[in-house]
């Protein structure tokens, strides 16, 4: 992470403020996603909120991820049950939940139904 903003998101910012764009439509956004719940020990400062004093070369903290429960899951299959895989049992899904971290939930349902995470992104990345 410390690379990622020093040798990359430190000198785009650079760039970007140094050339503006005439146009309100573009903006320049990084997001960071702390799988792991390492934000607190991470070796660089982070902005709490956007406010007055905030520069663009501070990220903004993430928030905290929401663990994907097993309560959700099971709500989810009853919901989509007829939209699913026959071979896709709750209990799988449970039994292999990744603590929780969707991501892994997600890459692990792909799993269960044969499908390739990566093959599929094109359906929810837009940009």
Same mark, same amino acid.
């Not at 650079?14 to 996603?33: E, G, N, R, T």
């Given at each position: 992470m410390?690379e990622?903003?020093?040798?990359f998101?430190m000198?785009?910012?650079d760039? %970007?403020?140094?050339?503006?764009?005439?146009?309100?439509?573009?903006?320049?956004?990084?997001?960071?996603?702390?799988?792991?719940?390492?934000?607190?020990?991470w070796?660089f400062?982070? %902005?709490e909120?956007l406010d007055?004093?905030?520069k663009?070369?501070i990220?903004l903290?993430p928030?905290?991820l929401?663990p994907?429960?097993?309560?959700?899951?099971?709500?989810?299959? %009853?919901?989509e049950g007829?939209?699913?895989?026959?071979k896709l049992?709750?209990?799988?899904?449970?039994?292999d939940?990744?603590?929780?971290?969707?991501?892994r939930?997600?890459?692990?349902i792909?799993?269960?139904c044969?499908?390739?995470?990566f093959?599929?992104?094109?359906?929810?990345?837009?940009y």
């Amino acid at each position: 992470m410390q690379e990622l903003i020093q040798h990359f998101w430190m000198p785009l910012v650079d760039k %970007a403020m140094s050339a503006p764009s005439s146009s309100p439509d573009y903006k320049l956004l990084v997001f960071m996603i702390d799988n792991d719940g390492y934000i607190e020990v991470w070796p660089f400062t982070v %902005a709490e909120q956007l406010d007055d004093t905030w520069k663009p070369h501070i990220p903004l903290k993430p928030p905290k991820l929401t663990p994907i429960l097993n309560d959700e899951l099971m709500t989810w299959v %009853a919901y989509e049950g007829d939209n699913l895989p026959p071979k896709l049992q709750v209990e799988d899904i449970l039994k292999d939940n990744k603590d929780g971290v969707p991501e892994r939930v997600l890459e692990h349902i792909c799993d269960l139904c044969n499908c390739n995470w990566f093959e599929r992104q094109h359906l929810w990345i837009k940009y």
